[in-house]
C-alpha cells in the first residue's frame, strides 16, 4: 500500500532551510509601498545608480544584432576573456577564460554552484556569523553540517584564528568567506587571510571566497584576494559578479573563477539550474565592461558611496541610543540597538511600521547579533537623511 503522506508539504531536505530574514523585510517593506507609503529602504543592497551607460548602449546593439540564441553553458567566451582580463588586473591571479571560469546568474547562483559542487552529505562547512544567509541555506540544501564561527563585536568583527582553528575537524570541507563583509563591513587583512589559508592547506579544505564587494573598500582599506595567496589557487573558489560593482542587480550576472580541475563540476550543476545566461546580455558586458568610460562610472559610485557612508556615520553618531562598528568595505552597517531597550528585531519592527524605515534584524545573520540591527547605505542621500530623522524622532 502506498505511505500515507502529505503530497504538498514540499521536500523533507528543505525543512531545515530558513526563510531569508532579508526577503521577509523586503516583502513588508514592499507591501507597505504598494499601499502608498514611502518606505526608506535602509534593507536592500541594492545601489541607487544606474548600470553604466556603455554597458546598456553595448547590450542593446547585441540585441539589436540579434544575437539570442542559446549561449555556451560556460558562458560567451567574449566575456570570459573580459572577467579573466579584470580578475588578473584587480588580484593579480591568472585564470584560463575556457577553462577556470564560469559566467552564472549572479552571485546568487554562483554560491549555489559552488557549494552545492562541493559539499557531500555530512561535509562540515565554517560559516563565519553574522553572514548572508544564502551560505547557510545552500549548506543544509546539500546536506552538509554548518559549523558557526561567530564574530564578536567587541572585536570589531574580525576573524579570530584561534576560534577557528577550534572548529576545525577530518570533515572540514569547505571555509565560507566574504570581505569586504556583508553585514559588518570588515575588510579582512593581509595577516588574518594568510592565516586562513595556512589552516586550508595544513586541513586540507577549500575556501570558498565571495568577493562580491571587493571594489568597495574605504578609508585605505585594501581587499586581498585568498586567491592570491601561495598555493591557494588550487584549493580557492572565487564569487564575483556585476550588481554592486556596476549597479547591475536586474541583470543578473555573475561569475566563478576556480580550478581547471573542478569547474566542469561546477558545470554540470548550473546546466541543470540556468542553463546558461542570456545571450545579450554577456555580450553587452563583454564589450563594455573595461572600457575607460565604464569605469569612470564605476569609479564615481565608489565616491559616492563613500560620501554615503559617511553622511550615515554621522547621523547616528547624533543619535545617543545607538553605536555602530565603523564599516571599511561594502555598503552595510552593524547598529547596536541594546540601549533603545528593544531586541533588533523589535526595533526593525516597529521602525517599519511607525516611521516607514527598512532595516535588517541581524540575528537572521547570525544567532548571537540580536542587539543589532544592519543598515544599508545604498540608497541616495536624500533617502538616508530622510531615514536618519526618522529614526531620531522614532527614538525620542
Known amino acids: 500500500m502506498k505511505q500515507d503522506f502529505d503530497l504538498l508539504a514540499g521536500a523533507e531536505h528543505l ?3 530558513p526563510v531569508s530574514g532579508i526577503r521577509t523585510i523586503m516583502n513588508k517593506a514592499a507591501a507597505l509601498r504598494a499601499k502608498g507609503h514611502d ?6 543592497g541594492e545601489p541607487s545608480f544606474n548600470t553604466p551607460e556603455p554597458i546598456a548602449q553595448a547590450t542593446i546593439k547585441a540585441l539589436n ?7 555556451a553553458n560556460w558562458g560567451q567566451l567574449s566575456l570570459r576573456k573580459a572577467i579573466a582580463e579584470k580578475v588578473k588586473k584587480d588580484i593579480g591571479v591568472s585564470y584560463d577564460p575556457e577553462t577556470e571560469i564560469l559566467v552564472t546568474c549572479g552571485g546568487a547562483e554562483g554560491l549555489n554552484d559552488c557549494i552545492c559542487s562541493v559539499v557531500d552529505p555530512g561535509d562540515e562547512v565554517i560559516i563565519f556569523k553574522p553572514a548572508f544567509i544564502n ?4 549548506v543544509k540544501e546539500c546536506g552538509g553540517k554548518v559549523i558557526d564561527v561567530n564574530l564578536k563585536p567587541e572585536n570589531g568583527f574580525e576573524i579570530s584564528i584561534s576560534d577557528v582553528e577550534a572548529v576545525i575537524t577530518e570533515k572540514t570541507k569547505l571555509l565560507v568567506l566574504n570581505s569586504p563583509n556583508n553585514p559588518t563591513g570588515v575588510v579582512y587583512g593581509r595577516s588574518q587571510l594568510a592565516k586562513l589559508c595556512e589552516l586550508a592547506v595544513k586541513h586540507n579544505f577549500l575556501i570558498l571566497s565571495d568577493e562580491m564587494y571587493s571594489s568597495l573598500t574605504y578609508d585605505g582599506a585594501k581587499f586581498y584576494s585568498v586567491a592570491s595567496f601561495p598555493h591557494m589557487k588550487e584549493r580557492c573558489l572565487i564569487v564575483n559578479g556585476f550588481s554592486k560593482t556596476y549597479a547591475m542587480t536586474g541583470w543578473r550576472l ?3 573563477t576556480g580550478p581547471a580541475k573542478l569547474m566542469p563540476v561546477l558545470v554540470k550543476h548550473h546546466q541543470y539550474v540556468t542553463t546558461s545566461i542570456t545571450t545579450f546580455i554577456q555580450e553587452g558586458a563583454a564589450e ?4 575607460p568610460e565604464t569605469m569612470k562610472d564605476v569609479e564615481a559610485m565608489h565616491d559616492e558611496f563613500a560620501r554615503r557612508r559617511k553622511l550615515m556615520m554621522e547621523g547616528l553618531d547624533r543619535i545617543p541610543k545607538l553605536s555602530y562598528v565603523a564599516p571599511h568595505g561594502a555598503f552595510y552597517i552593524m547598529v547596536d540597538v541594546s540601549k533603545t531597550g528593544m531586541t533588533g528585531e523589535e526595533f526593525a ?8 524605515v527598512a532595516t535588517v ?6 544567532s548571537h547579533c540580536g542587539d543589532f540591527v544592519r543598515f544599508s547605505f545604498a540608497a541616495d542621500e536624500e533617502k538616508i537623511r530622510e531615514g536618519l530623522k526618522r529614526i531620531e524622532e522614532f527614538l525620542q
Not at 135 to 138: G, I, R, T, V
Not at 361 to 366: Q, V
Request: hydrophobic fraction near 45%.
Open 254 to 256: 555573475g561569475y566563478v
Open 65 to 71: 544584432a540579434h544575437m539570442t540564441h542559446y549561449p
Open 349 to 356: 519592527e516597529k521602525l517599519l511600521y511607525e516611521k516607514y
Open 135 to 138: 551560505y547557510e541555506a545552500l
Open 361 to 366: 534584524p541581524a540575528i537572521c545573520l547570525g
Open 15 to 17: 525543512a531545515d532551510v
Open 288 to 291: 563594455a565592461m573595461n572600457l
Open 39 to 44: 518606505v526608506i529602504p535602509f534593507s536592500a
